[in-house]
């Protein structure tokens, strides 16, 4: 059974830069799991940020990017906004089938 | 634009079947494919399969293989998630997501569809 790991809580300062991470149970997760990052917000469905390890949707704030970081997934918030504070979710592809992370919840304070 | 409306709630007995709908608007149905995703009371995102919406073919997750059925019905831009033999811990919001290519899943999400389990 794949695990995806990811951290499950990080506290930010606003203005400040936190970066979470998307961790594989089978090793070096590369741009072949086509990391994709979802934001989740109370009583809300997922929406989207990231796809295919560093594409942004037309909707993602430019404060938000991907990257490979130390074998992991990555998604970097520079300049944290109030309104940042929410689940994060990586999504990871394995053969056909996805497997999603724990969620990081991100608290601004 | 685009748009995905899901069915309403379900209260279903341990044992029963519950079936899911998802209809798309405001994109070209065929030509995308669509993933179901759950999410039980104060727990992460669970990814159950997908759908392409041109064949019909699909991937399960090995977690719900045996008990789910993706299907798609193109004259209504609708596409059907059935999960049998379900059980208590199957309460959850259930959730579709359009995928453009097959790699750039939930572009767009339906609003979610709670399924509560209970005797």
């Known amino acids: 059974q794949t695990v995806v790991t990811q951290e499950p809580s990080l506290t930010v300062s606003p203005g400040g830069t936190v970066i979470l991470t998307c961790a594989s149970s089978?090793?070096?997760?590369?741009?072949?799991?086509?990391p994709n990052w979802f934001q989740q917000k109370p009583g809300q469905a997922p929406r989207a940020l990231i796809y295919?390890?560093?594409n942004k949707h037309s909707w993602t704030p430019a404060r938000f990017s991907g990257s490979l970081l130390g074998g992991k997934a990555a998604l970097t918030l520079s300049a944290v906004q109030p309104e940042d504070e929410a689940e994060y979710y990586c999504?990871?592809?394995?053969?056909?089938?996805?497997?999603f992370g724990g969620g990081t919840k991100l608290t601004v304070l | 634009q685009v748009q995905l409306v899901q069915s309403g709630a379900e209260v279903k007995k341990p044992g029963a079947s519950v079936k899911v709908s998802c209809k798309a608007s405001?994109?070209?149905?065929?030509?995308?494919?669509m993933h179901w995703v759950r999410q039980a009371p104060g727990q992460g995102l669970e990814w159950m399969g997908i759908?392409?919406?041109?064949?019909?073919?699909?991937n399960y997750a090995q977690t719900f293989q045996g008990r789910v059925a993706m299907t798609r019905d193109t004259s209504t831009s609708t596409v059907h998630m059935e999960l049998s033999s379900l059980k208590s811990e199957d309460t959850a919001v259930y959730y579709c997501?359009?995928?453009?290519?097959?790699?750039?899943?939930?572009?767009?999400w339906g609003q979610g569809t709670q399924v509560t389990v209970s005797s």
């Open positions: 997501a359009r995928d453009t290519s097959g790699a750039i899943p939930g572009d767009h």
């Open positions: 405001g994109y070209t149905f065929t030509t995308s494919y």
């Open positions: 759908i392409n919406l041109s064949g019909g073919t699909t």
């Open positions: 089978t090793g070096v997760v590369t741009s072949g799991y086509y």
């Open positions: 295919s390890t560093t």
């Open positions: 999504l990871l592809y394995y053969d056909g089938a996805w497997v």
